[in-house]
């Protein structure tokens, strides 16, 4: 199952479930003082093939089809004037309700089509839509006439911080300068000797937090060094509903033959949690502690094989794929973004809403290296691969339109 989440218009941090998430930034049609007013979809990490909307024209729902996008490479809808086309064929009082967006298909090198359907209207779903045939079609060519409204709502988008989590996310970030982590951006450091126990803080929903032991590693016979290899978030899921994990120690060493006294050390993740609520959590509440078998038999986090989609937006942003295959889109007006952790030959960079930039031989006229890091200048932003050199990039990183 595919969760969808969806933040607000300031600074958010949002956190994906251990599934498969489309997580959003900023709302849809928010739009700052001079920003066009969006329509409500969603960017498309391929070129878009067709769009079929839903309208409801005097309380009654017809098909419109949008076709023969093939020659156009539009990615995202919200650049398109699709209510102002409407409101031309079917009157002011027309609404779209649903669309279905078709991404991929027809495209040299871009797979197979991808489409999802949108739901606006709440009071309508997929079974209360018209199936069959379009009532109405249209060719791409015919949105030319018509232009986007820019009134604006005076909503700024903000400067979100978002967390995949595990599974194969897809992630929007929105306007503003955000940071989007694909997998988790709990990043513990590793620990010199093996892992004898560690304390959880978990808090909820009134502010009240639990300590939760996990204990009895040196029963196992598998040494753990890293606490990022335990399902930690699968454990709170399953045991302590609705509470968040605001700070982890992790002690190392006690118990185990050879290794010396034991070390402990405290990660805080929520900086809005005092050092002293920590130490006054109460024990228990109704759970046991658990032993390290019972959360060793989770499935790690973030399996290799589940990439994930991410989509920085406007403004300057930091993308972070973690583990898996992650593909890293940009497009034109982006601003200047840095992918923290490029993995050469794994992930891939998607070009195709990038103008002047077509093939490999583009990228390295528009790349240089600056210090430790790749840099390929766009022609109103720039994307930086940390750690990375231009020598061992190679046209298998890239996709282009």
């Given amino acids: 199952m595919t969760t969808e989440i969806l933040g607000d218009f300031g600074d958010d941090v949002l956190f994906g479930t251990d599934g498969n998430d489309i997580i959003y930034g900023d709302p849809e049609g928010g739009t700052g003082g001079g920003d066009c007013a969006a329509d409500n979809f969603k960017s498309n990490g391929h070129a878009i093939s067709n769009i079929v909307l839903y309208v409801e024209v005097d309380g009654e729902v017809v098909k419109v089809k949008l076709d023969n996008f093939a020659d156009n490479f539009a990615f995202d809808t919200d650049d398109l004037a699709l209510d102002e086309f409407i409101a031309d064929q079917f009157g002011d009082g027309a609404e779209i309700v ?30 209360s839509l018209p199936t069959g045939s379009a009532d109405y079609t249209y060719q791409y060519d015919v949105l030319d006439n018509y232009e986007k409204s820019c009134d604006g709502d005076g909503e700024e988008p903000g400067n979100d911080t978002i967390d995949g989590g595990a599974g194969a996310d897809t992630i929007f970030g929105g306007g503003g300068d955000d940071v989007l982590y694909g997998d988790t951006l709990h990043d513990f450091a590793p620990m010199p000797h093996a892992i004898s126990n560690v304390v959880l803080y978990l808090q909820d929903d009134a502010g009240e937090v639990l300590k939760v032991k996990v204990d009895s590693f040196s029963d196992s016979e598998t040494d753990v060094f890293d606490a990022n290899d335990l399902d930690l978030q699968s454990f709170i899921d399953d045991n302590y509903d609705e509470m968040e994990m605001v700070a982890i ?66 403004d300057d942003d930091e993308l972070y794929g ?80």
């Fill in 98 to 127: 649903a669309a279905t967006v078709k991404a991929g298909a027809n495209f040299s090198g871009m797979g197979p089509g991808e489409g999802a359907l949108w739901i606006i209207d709440d009071s309508y779903d997929a079974s």
């Fill in 249 to 314: 120690t992790i002690k190392a060493g006690n118990n185990k033959s050879g290794m010396g006294t034991g070390e402990g050390e405290l990660f805080v993740i929520d900086d809005s949690v005092a050092i002293e609520d920590l130490q006054a959590a109460g024990g228990k509440k109704g759970q046991a502690d658990a032993s390290f078998d019972y959360v060793t038999d989770l499935e790690p986090l973030g399996t290799p094989d589940e990439g994930d989609l991410l989509i920085g937006g406007t």
């Fill in 322 to 401: 973690g583990v898996g295959a992650d593909t890293f889109v940009f497009a034109d007006g982006d601003g200047h973004d840095t992918i923290g952790d490029f993995q050469v030959g794994e992930d891939m960079i998607d070009l195709g809403g990038v103008s002047g930039i077509s093939d490999f031989s583009g990228v390295l006229a528009a790349a240089s290296n600056d210090g430790d890091d790749a840099v390929i200048a766009l022609d109103d932003g720039s994307i930086t691969l940390a750690g990375v050199q231009i020598e061992g990039l190679s046209v298998s990183d890239f996709l282009f339109a």
